[in-house]
């Protein structure tokens, strides 16, 4: 599976981005999948999951009613609203399967990681 995260940019304080993850080779529509992110300078963390039926959804505290995941049989979605500057940082699409209950904000969970796509937030 490799997976390629698109979407990031740079937008004001406030506005909206919307992430997309797509496979470039064998479908993830069996995998569970997640979005992290690195901020620079700090450790790479985890912001929303979803299994793979994308019935469950998981996120992060600092992005709860903010963020929203979803999937469907082309990709993998991050719609992120109000955003602020702490959002500021590189994003990563990560697959993995059979991922725990509990265990979806986990990084050693996920297998399969794409390149990342810039998310710049000015105040």
Do not use: H
């Not at 506005?15 to 529509?29: H, N, Q, V, W």
């Not at 790479?44 to 979803?50: G, H, L, N, P």
């Not at 995941?69 to 719609?79: M, T």
């Not at 993995?96 to 209950?101: A, E, H, N, Q």
């Amino acid at each position: 599976v490799q997976l390629q995260a698109s979407g990031g940019g740079l937008v004001q304080a406030g506005g909206s981005l919307r992430l997309s993850c797509a496979s470039s080779g064998r479908s993830f529509s069996s995998y569970d999948m997640g979005w992290f992110r690195q901020a620079s300078g700090n450790e790479r963390e985890f912001v929303a999951a979803t299994g793979w039926s994308g019935a469950n959804t998981y996120y992060a505290d600092s992005v709860k009613a903010r963020f929203i995941i979803s999937r469907d049989n082309a990709g993998v979605y991050l719609q992120m609203n109000s955003l602020t500057p702490e959002d500021t940082a590189v994003y990563y699409c990560a697959a993995g399967f059979r991922i725990p209950v509990g265990q979806f904000s986990e990084s050693s969970e996920y297998f399969y990681w794409g390149q990342g796509t810039q998310v710049t937030v000015s105040s």
